[in-house]
């Protein structure tokens, strides 16, 4: 029979728990490292209070929007672009940081904004007030989920935001869009 030192059997247990130490930090590592993949996937981010997730269904508009801008009152010569790039249904998103979730039956339908500011001063938008959601009984809906006022620097593009919560069975929406006292064109998206 051999006899094997105890200083050996310690230093053979001293390196297995290393090893099975070295094994922990690197599944967890996977694991981390896994989930901000998983993350960064699912959700876009925005500099803005809206993040909507990417699992939802999406489609491009590309049509833009002139709107008076105003100086005391009175019309200026210039007019703000108000571009409506994307709609997106989903039933998740993130406002200001924190994860919201449309309830049973309801989905969010973002609009992609960008606002073009053509003058040389800092403009406070409301982009809320251009949009109405126009239901089947003709009652208009202001956005549920938007940023308030966007703060569009001068001759700059600002993109941003606006949510409307939604019943999930609707693919066809209808809206106003136009000044609160003003002409308003109508538009239809269907998602």
């Known amino acids: 029979m051999q006899v094997i030192p105890t200083r050996s059997i310690n230093k053979i247990k001293l390196t297995l728990a290393r090893y ?23 959700t876009s981010v925005s500099s803005q209070g809206i993040i909507s997730s990417q699992e939802g269904s999406s489609v491009a508009i590309d049509k833009e929007f002139d709107f008076p801008i105003y100086n005391k009152g009175a019309k200026t ?63 208009q809906f202001a956005a549920d989920v938007h940023n308030d006022p966007v703060k569009a620097e001068p001759i700059a593009i600002k993109k941003t935001r606006i949510g409307f919560v939604v019943d999930e069975s609707l693919n066809t929406f209808k809206f106003q869009v136009g000044e609160i006292n003003g002409e308003k064109q109508e538009l239809e998206i269907n998602i």
């Open 20 to 42: 099975k130490i070295y094994i922990a930090i690197a599944v967890l590592i996977l694991i981390a490292a896994f989930g901000l993949v998983k993350s960064k996937q699912s």
């Open 77 to 139: 010569e210039n007019s703000l672009k108000l571009k409506l790039t994307t709609v997106e249904k989903t039933d998740k998103i993130l406002v200001n940081g924190k994860p919201a979730t449309a309830k049973d039956g309801k989905d969010f339908l973002v609009m992609y904004l960008e606002i073009t500011n053509p003058t040389k001063d800092k403009l406070n938008v409301r982009p809320v007030d251009f949009f109405r959601l126009v239901d089947s009984q003709g009652n």
